[in-house]
Nanobody, 121 residues
Framework: QVQLVESGGGLVQAGGSLRLSCAVS????????MAWYCQAPGKVRELVAG???????NYADSVKGRFTISRDNAKNTVYLQMDSLKPEDTGVYYC???????????????WGQGTQVTVSS
């Protein structure tokens, strides 16, 4: 079995910073893409930032220059450093991982349970 455990959410004032972490554990064969998505109240879940196994990154236009995604392959962990936070960044942030596990040769998508980020004005 696989677990994705997120941490780091909370309440912060506009202009502040938060760092999200997502640690993956279990019978991991290989991890490919890791990413963070955000679901704001009343909206669909949207990609915030992604990072490939090779370290290539991509960001939503709204967070470019403010957020930084990184990963520690030795720890099977992905991070999202969020700076200069705005009230519109408020939402539930979900960790996403594309990976294969022992006993299953297919790559599958896995999601974390979500962590709330609230930015007050």
């Amino acid at each position: 079995q696989v677990q994705l455990v997120e941490s780091g959410g909370g309440l912060v004032q506009a202009g502040g910073s938060l760092r999200l972490s997502c640690a993956v554990s279990g019978s991991i064969r290989s991890i490919n893409t890791m990413a963070w998505y955000c679901q704001a109240p009343g909206k669909v879940r949207e990609l915030v930032a992604g990072i490939t196994s090779g370290g290539s990154t991509n960001y939503a236009d709204s967070v470019k220059g403010r957020f930084t995604i990184s990963r520690d392959n030795a720890k099977n962990t992905v991070y999202l450093q969020m700076d200069s936070l705005k009230p519109e960044d408020t939402g539930v942030y979900y960790c996403f991982v594309e990976m294969s596990i022992y006993g299953d040769y297919l790559r599958r998508d896995y999601w974390g349970q979500g962590t709330q980020v609230t930015v007050s004005s």
